[in-house]
């Protein structure tokens, strides 16, 4: 395992409804960032953390995205009402404070909104 | 913002041939080229990276190249075997920030038939 956890693993939820994922970054790592990956592209970036401050949010998708990451260990990213086009795999990665060479990322948090 | 792109969509091959993947990025000031993998279902791992001051890499049957000046990379894999497909994406990484945030391309999905 690299370390990188994501919860939950998958998550159903209805259109208009808020969801709320977690990661928890390999502990020495102090740089975590979220990724959003929908079928047939790459990872696209969102946002990014350096201990507990939001270093990079301007690429979070709307409004509706929120990231936190309180004490500088677990972040979560929310997304409220959401819409269809949201649904992806929302990936999480994290890296030493070295330039972030060499991501290790998560296993991700695959949503479906319905 | 930087612009990845990526050639092949889908490359398939035989056992034992080579594959090459190739990666074109439009913003000069990224220095970090990391390749990543990712099998079906499964988290992205960092498989070999470059920085800008080297213009080949290799590491067993996988050796990675640069042109800065044509804003050109590309991976080679040798003697491929059929635990090597999956799909294969490319990064290009401005610093934003104070982070260097990996910009992906689409992906190339590799068939390796034995």
């Known amino acids: 395992d690299t370390g990188v956890s994501q919860d939950p693993r998958h998550k159903i939820t209805k259109r208009g409804q808020n969801v709320t994922f977690r990661c928890d970054p390999i502990?020495?790592?102090?740089?975590l960032y979220w990724y959003r990956q929908t079928l047939g592209q790459g990872p696209e970036f969102l946002t990014y953390f350096q201990n507990e401050a939001q270093l990079e949010k301007s690429r979070l998708l709307s409004d509706r995205f929120s990231a936190e990451r309180p004490k500088g260990s677990f972040s979560t990213l929310e997304i409220q009402r959401t819409e269809q086009g949201d649904s992806a795999m929302y990936l999480c990665?994290?890296?030493?404070?070295?330039?972030?060479?060499?991501?290790?990322f998560g296993s991700g948090t695959r949503l479906t909104v319905v | 913002g930087e612009n990845v792109e990526q050639h092949p969509s889908t490359l398939s091959v035989q056992e034992g041939d080579s594959a090459v993947i190739k990666c074109t990025y439009s913003?000069?000031?990224?220095?970090?080229f990391p390749w990543y993998k990712q099998e079906l279902g499964k988290r992205p791992q960092l498989i070999i990276d470059?920085?800008?001051?080297?213009g080949e890499k290799k590491d067993q049957r996988i050796a990675v190249t640069l042109n800065k000046t044509a804003k050109h990379f590309s991976l080679h894999i040798t003697e491929t075997q059929p635990e090597d497909s999956a799909v294969y994406f490319c990064?290009?990484?401005?610093?934003?920030?104070?982070?260097?945030?990996?910009?992906f391309g689409r992906g190339t999905s590799l068939i390796v038939h034995p």
């Open positions: 990665a994290s890296s030493l404070d070295d330039h972030s060479y060499g991501y290790t």
């Open positions: 913003d000069s000031a990224s220095n970090y």
């Open positions: 502990s020495e790592h102090n740089r």
């Open positions: 990064a290009a990484s401005p610093k934003t920030r104070g982070s260097y945030i990996p910009t």
């Open positions: 470059i920085r800008s001051n080297v």
